[in-house]
């Protein structure tokens, strides 16, 4: 993938270009800022050097240069199971499901808050699933527990029903402390890479309170981080693309800097995304082409920055399994993919723009993301691959189906999808259900049935719930 983008999506989009995007965005670092409301993070500025107005904070060039070169162009984050490990960068694209819709949308259609048993549910799913590498901080926000501390069921969850690498929460700083101490009890002295977490800037050109002082905890205990920015376009940015990426691009290299400053060698993953307003509505615009041709910039400007790069997944306007929903979403992780993507949020179960989460459609995008991951596949050139000898042995018989090259091959050659339809028309008219949401919903079912949870030490469980229970009491 490294690279590879999407030419006709940004064909335009030479060396120049990305000159241009980064020149404009020290322009705007310099002459306008970015805002940081918080006195820990301005304090930090203000003693490294930097010009700072109120809570803006203005960006020479050599600062950000001084900062890019200390971000690292690969790293590893390690799950609780040592071979669920994951790369970040290089050719890798590892993905993860939903991230932050407050509803469920159930199978009959009806909308519900979220809840910790959703949760729960979700859990068992990307521990069982084949194509999901790493969970997400907030795959749904429960409603049943208090805001303050969701964080903690979340995390909780997600370290004892699965062994996969985890994001930490970032909605604010005791969130980002809680998460470096439960993880602290699972794996000991954090001294690598063990977590995942979202910082979001808050367009245009700032970042929230909560935001910063959670990468300055994560940034100090050495924690990767995704360092994001996106804006409304003619809302919140800019209605154009081009002006779209100068803001976003610009907020991004700033909080890049931040985390550089704290702890020069913090692994960062570039965000850049931006999303149409409907000129008709008002209202936001999700999984559009413009959304698409943000994802391939991301790609382009990390690969600028010679940082790994984040990207959008499987998102969708519509509100259940359509022709609408698989054809916004096979865009959307097809481009990320394709692009150079390394990252991808939201990639299994997301309607209605981000706000909603669907069990069915979960489990429809497990195939879509195992489809693309063998899509981007190197192909394979070995000798055995070519097969000349075989080839040869067989002539015109053409009779491949039963030779042994075939039969050694034949469970792992070919992608195989549990939920898509592979029949003939007379099969698929007898076919029971024939719709997809309910074919997902047996599947979904099946899965929950043969979900075994990982091995835990019974003890350090224990201290896990013991530490969220106190918590929970104290807050």
Known sequence: MEGNTINRAIMNLNQGSLDTIHTYSLELLRDVGIRFPSEKALAIFKKHGFRVDGSMVHFEEKHIQKALQTVPAVFTIEGRNPFRNIQIGETNYVMAPGYGPPFIIESSGEKRDAALADVEIFCKLIQTSKHIDFNSAIVVQPNDVPTETAHLDLLLATLTLTDKPIMGSSVSETAALDSLKLAEMVWGNLDKPVMLSLIDSLPPLQYAT???????????????????????????????????????????????????????????????????????????????????????????????YNMPCRGQGALTETFCLDYQAGMESAIMVTIAALSGIHVGLHNCGTLGAMLYMSFEKFIADEDLCGA?????????????????????????????????????????????????????????????????????????????????????????????VHYVKDRKQNS
């Not at 994001?228 to 700033?254: E, K």
């Open 210 to 304: 909560e935001m910063v002082e959670a990468l300055l905890v994560f940034a100090a205990a050495g924690q990767p981080v995704i360092i994001h920015s996106a804006c409304s376009l003619g809302s919140s940015g800019p209605i154009t693309i081009a002006g779209s990426l100068v803001i976003s691009n610009a907020t991004t290299l700033g909080g890049i800097c931040l985390s550089q400053l704290i702890n020069p060698g913090t692994p960062v993953v570039y965000g850049l995304g931006g999303s149409p307003v409907d000129m008709r509505t008002g209202g936001y615009v999700n999984a559009s082409p413009e959304d698409g041709k943000h994802i391939a910039i991301s790609s382009a400007m990390g690969r600028y």
């Open 372 to 464: 693309v991951k063998k899509l981007i596949k190197p192909v394979e050139l070995t000798d055995d691959a070519f097969a000349l000898d075989v080839i040869k042995q067989m002539g015109t018989s053409g009779n491949y189906l039963m030779h042994t090259h075939t039969a050694n091959r034949c469970r792992d050659e070919f992608f195989i999808p549990d939920l898509g339809i592979r029949t003939i028309h007379s099969d698929w008219l007898e076919l029971q259900p024939q719709d997809i949401t309910a074919r997902a919903k047996n599947l979904l079912a099946k899965r929950l049935a043969q979900y075994e949870k990982p091995e835990m030490d019974p003890k350090l469980e224990k201290d896990l």
